[in-house]
């Protein structure tokens, strides 16, 4: 970790966009001040920028930065709901939180049902059919790759793979894949210029791309409902008992929730896993000399080091004092993951990057709570197989310069990593 850095407490600014521009060594250093002497600090609401609609000016919000406190939060969700909007820190209008974040923005009893529906239409038959699919889509994603031998390591493979996957997983038809790329990026992105074009409002611009994937959805789920196949959009709108089924505006929301939470996420840790790679290079040649027995610690590895996902949000729903702070109903907290995946008390060394470390309990997907990753699974093994194929096909990719980083406080991404085999 760098050391470049020395931070005062008063120096550290979360709302500030331009603190997420900075190096990650330059945020790390920041995180570990935090954990180490204001563990729950509080900040004033980030300033929106790039948009000309007027948001109410908020409370501010907490950061949890501790592995336990952000667990204490997960798994006490009758206090700490996710329903006033678990992935936005200002308060939007709940016709929108429910339209753009679907479950992951609810709670029980609402939630409860929608995990059940979502869990049932992931069964054995249709989860084996995506796991072949994996396996198909990673072979053409990596066949395209070695042709060129050289390109942007984002684009070639960290981004289409997991987007094929998610859209045939919901039988949506490859012509509309790029739409669905452009959209997500945008609804993620939060207005980095790279996806949202310059003198566009950012807010319009990821409203619009919000309707455009609901549109999508809502055509395709009902052309399920008439002509079901053996998809999960099918088991989605047609599952046997009437209560249990979506409605098609769930259907659009949780469509939404994927091809955000499941696409960007799993891109991010593939990118991630690139870089750090590259920089240890005797962490890779462990794994290419025998990547099996690494397979599933280096899987997990590669989650808490990239912390894909950097903060969900909860809101008090009653008065708790959470470690010695006195929060108050109504608060909002953010769960800093990043900032819990190398908390020293619970990591050995927290910023070595070990394909064999174990145990390795990191809160990449969530903490344990009813909100746990629904696709906690097929993300490692994506990554698994995407790794796995690639050390063998062309054990000597490497990056070869540094990665384009996403401004973006919720996201870790990378907008572009140059790599050559
Ligand atoms: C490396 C990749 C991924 C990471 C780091 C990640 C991370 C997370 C995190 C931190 C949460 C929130 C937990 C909470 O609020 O307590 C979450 C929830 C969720 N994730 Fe993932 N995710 C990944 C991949 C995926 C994939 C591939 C899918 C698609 C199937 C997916 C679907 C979801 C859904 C639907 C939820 C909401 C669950 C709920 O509210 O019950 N994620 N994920």
Redesign the pocket.
Known sequence: MGTEVRWTLDDIDLSDLDFWRRPWSEREAAFKVLRAERPISFYEEPIIEGTSMEFPKGPGYYALTRYRDVATA?RHPEIFL?GPG?VSILDLPSEMVEYFS?????DNPK?AR??RI?ANA?NPRTVRAVEESIEHVADRVIRDAIDHGTGDFITDIAAPF?LE??CT?MGVPRSEFATVLRCSNIILSMGDPQFVPEGTDAVLAYLEAGATLTALMEELGQHRVDNPIDDITSSLVNAEIESEKLTQQELAS?FV??VT???E??R??LAHALHALSEHPAQKARLVEDFESFARTATDEI?RW????IW?R?TLASDYTLSGTDLKSGDKVL?F?NSANRDEEVFDDPYRFDVGRTPNEH?????P????????H???R??TVMWRKLLAQAPSIHATGAPVQLASSFVNGINHLPYAL
């Not at 990239?306 to 996902?309: C, G, I, Q, W, Y």
């Not at 709570?369 to 906690?376: E, R, W």
């Open positions: 997960s996710s678990a679907g479950m992951i923005s609810t939630h929608l995990r979502v992931f997991p996957i998610i997983m949780f929730l994927l939470a499941g696409n996420t799993t991010t840790a989650v990239a912390s894909p996902v969900m909860r769960l993951y809160y990449g997907f969530g903490a709570g009813p909100h746990f990753c629904l696709g906690a097929l993300a490692r994506e990554i």
